[in-house]
């Protein structure tokens, strides 16, 4: 069984009472001492060691705590992915929240770093900066509006 | 004594004040918003009423709907937590007019020391030392000005404010009219009121404030200060008692300032003088007074040994208070570590979603204050704190080997959170040294990455999807081909 996850690719399969992973060409053998499907507690022997685990899952996203840390991983299909804060000249929103203010219309040359919309969430301020100097191609929110996470708030094409 | 109290207020705030009243034998009644219809402080009052959509000026802020539903269950006083209206005079005084009992300090206090600006002149009278800076300016030149005089870096901020919105600090003139905007239109939104104050701002200063608390009849005391230097955006994350800074000397000195600017407001109940301290010269300056219960009041109450909330609500109800001064030592060391639901990676941003697993820590000394439980929504209508974990040790040494041990044991997914983060603060040097200022955040941790992903971790979530899921390796290779297959939903386990 091969997975991917964000960028790194790992293959498990069973072998007798626990399994064999394949890391990065070498065999690695797992055991599965105690799983609680309730608190997504796993307690496994990799390599002799023994390693608890809480592990939840939310469509493609994996959350794994080991040791008092966390890390997330997102199952792909071998895709990079990542946080994306523009998308082809569009700005988006870093959180939900809700558009404070609109300081440009479209049209309106910006310059590289200037304030082009106020978001706020939390009650904390969110500025909506242009990357790169430009013109406003686009403006796809007003005033008082709820947005979504990762929405395309406003268009600047150089 | 009440027989029933309004907690006009959410989260772990509003637990805590019902934990209290269950102690006392009062019943209590919630309130909440239609985005906290499944939350906790409802599930654990007596009674709760709708006040309305998650907004906060359409719920929590909503003073006449709050006050209505205090008449309408016949509760008899209101316990408004922090944030939200716990620092409004208008609200105070209107629930006064309303004939119920406000637990808190009386509408002139909260109004004396309300306005940052008129309390600054105040303090002075009163001769406690304040930082240099100006109050009652209008216009941007006259900011202008003023900052010139001062010289940078300086600080605006809403004369209304706290908590660190409606703040900005000010490196140049170039950054002081977005600065003055931003403060303005914070202020207006979070406080209601755009008046800005303008003082010098202190470089690797701390912040210590001591809580303070008295009765109607005049007794007030002190209970000793909270070091609370670590924060991010302004906003603490760590806090702790005693502070390493101060000498029984300093201390003293310290408390009798901070019970005279209480008294130079006739204030009574609990509330909190914050200073800025200098620690190159031992100097310290008044910043400003909360008039409410602090966030990070757990630490004093385990180190004085009081429970704070329910001494606010006896004294509410006209007890007197009946300890003297000398009746409280610190005793022990305690810290308090702030779990948010942000992402230090990203310069703290908040984090919002359904949590789908949330464990807590557990143990001796060992308190987790928390308004969350698996299965709970972190919104982006409120502020996204999931608990405080607090503990009680011997000693500085001792409570933070407690407080990393207690932060490896939480487990909190489906939103980001700062755990790893407030571990990477605690193992700092210069945590153990006691020499975090209020800026050292920001210095020190400014391109702060989460750990990598390891190998056992992706091996963890490889195989649960195997154990959890009941999937067979056969349907799991197929599982290639639909990656979003999550096993949280299913409920075919195979264990």
Known sequence: ?158 | MFSKILIANRGEIAIRIIRACRELGIKTVAVYSSADQNALHVQLADESVLLGDAAPRESYLNAEKIIAAAKQTGAQAIHPGYGFLSENADFARAVESAALVFIGPSAASIRAMGDKAESKIMMKAAGVPTVPGFEGLQSEDEFRKAANEIGYPVLVKAAAGGGGKGMRVVNEESELSDALEAARREGLNSFGSDVLLIEKYLDKAHHIEFQVFGDKYGNLIHLFERECSVQRRHQKIIEETPSVLLTPQLREEMGKAAVAAAKAVNYYNAGTIEFIFDPKISAFYFLEMNTRLQVEHPITELVAGIDLVQWQIRVAAGERFPFAQDDFTQRGHAIECRLYAEDPSTGFLPSTGVLLQYLEAAGPNIRVDSGFSTGSEVTHFYDPLLAKLIVHAEDRASAIRKMRTALSDFVAHGVVTNIDFLQEVLKHESFAKGEVSTRWVEENFGAWGAAGVSTDAMIAASLADVVFAGATLQSAVSNETDPFNPWNQTHNFRL
Do not use: C
């Open chain 1, 1 to 158: 069984m091969k997975t991917t996850f964000d960028t790194h690719s790992l293959e498990v399969n069973p072998s007798g009472a626990g399994y064999i992973a394949v890391v990065d060409g070498k065999n690695v053998r797992v055991q599965v001492l105690r799983a609680d499907a309730k608190t997504g507690m796993m307690e496994l022997s990799i390599d002799g060691r023994r390693v608890v685990a809480h592990v939840s899952a939310d469509k493609a996203k994996r959350w794994v705590t080991m040791n008092g840390q966390t890390v997330m991983l997102t199952k792909t299909s071998g895709a990079k992915r990542g946080v994306r804060h523009d998308h082809a000249g569009g700005l988006i929103a870093p959180m939900p929240g809700q558009v404070r203010s609109v300081a440009v219309k479209v049209g309106d040359l910006v310059k590289k770093g200037q304030t082009l919309l106020t978001m706020e969430a939390m009650k904390m301020e969110i500025r909506i900066q242009a990357l790169k100097d430009g013109a406003v191609t686009a403006l796809h929110v007003q005033q008082g509006q709820t947005v979504e996470r990762e929405q395309i708030l406003i268009e600047v094409e150089e």
